[in-house]
């Protein structure tokens, strides 16, 4: 997630940050639906068919060396 861009990290256990980001969320649906949009086409680089040719040049270049 890159904060802010494609969505919101909060710390664990601090309720009160959490309910900020969803109410600054709630706050702003243009804000909203953009993160939205940016995570959708960022989600796209972590497809099956970009993740596999990835792990297959990994498996083979660990086997190599």
């Known amino acids: 997630i890159k904060p802010w861009r494609t969505g919101l990290t909060v710390p664990p256990h601090v309720p009160d940050l959490l309910a900020q980001a969803i109410q600054d969320l709630l706050a702003h649906p243009d804000k909203r ?33």
Do not use: C, M
């Open 33 to 65: 639906q953009q993160l939205g949009h940016q995570a959708h086409l960022e989600a796209r680089n972590y497809s099956w068919g970009k993740i596999v040719p990835r792990f297959i040049d990994l498996y083979q270049h660990i086997a190599t060396v």
